[in-house]
């Protein structure tokens, strides 16, 4: 199964569950992504202690699918991609960013016991993480 997502809106997505990436965390599942794909869309998703980020692209006649690669090793692939769109390529215990395979991992995905409770979904317009970026830009320490 091959899917095309754009680079431009997934970069913005990966901006925004980097937030939440613990990339010091023993627990692998805190440094991950979880990709799946399900219903017509895409959704991106890494997690912390408490909370988790969900990020949905919508994507037509997508065969459903779950895998959890490594967050860092993913956006990394993803940055050097030159194509304006990024081919995805599923296959099980493989998942594939423009021709580069990627093992998936074999964990339990902390996102099972983050409560969700009563929370409401609300979608951000397109360029929302830029915004909040040049509201909040990085520090800087020595």
């Known amino acids: 199964m091959q899917i095309e ?3 431009s809106e997934l970069a913005e997505a990966l901006r925004a569950l980097g937030k939440l990436v613990c ?3 023993p627990v692998e599942g805190y440094r991950s992504l979880r990709i799946e794909g399900k ?3 895409i959704e991106f998703q890494t997690v912390g202690l408490d909370e988790a980020i969900t990020y949905m692209i919508p994507a037509e006649g997508i065969e459903a699918f779950c895998a959890v690669v ?3 090793e993913f956006r990394t692939i993803v940055r050097s991609s030159r194509n304006k769109s990024v081919l995805f390529e599923y296959e099980p ?3 594939g960013v ?3 395979m990627m093992r998936t991992l074999d964990v339990e995905w902390p996102a099972e016991r983050v409560e969700t409770g009563d929370c409401e979904v609300a979608e951000l317009s397109y360029g929302f993480v ?3 970026a040049a509201l909040a830009p ?3 320490f020595p």
């Open 5 to 7: 997502v754009s680079k």
């Open 39 to 41: 219903e017509n869309k």
């Open 23 to 25: 990339r010091t965390s």
């Open 70 to 72: 490594n967050f860092d």
């Open 93 to 95: 215990g493989r998942f």
């Open 98 to 100: 423009d021709h580069c």
């Open 138 to 140: 990085p520090q800087n």
């Open 130 to 132: 830029d915004f909040l």
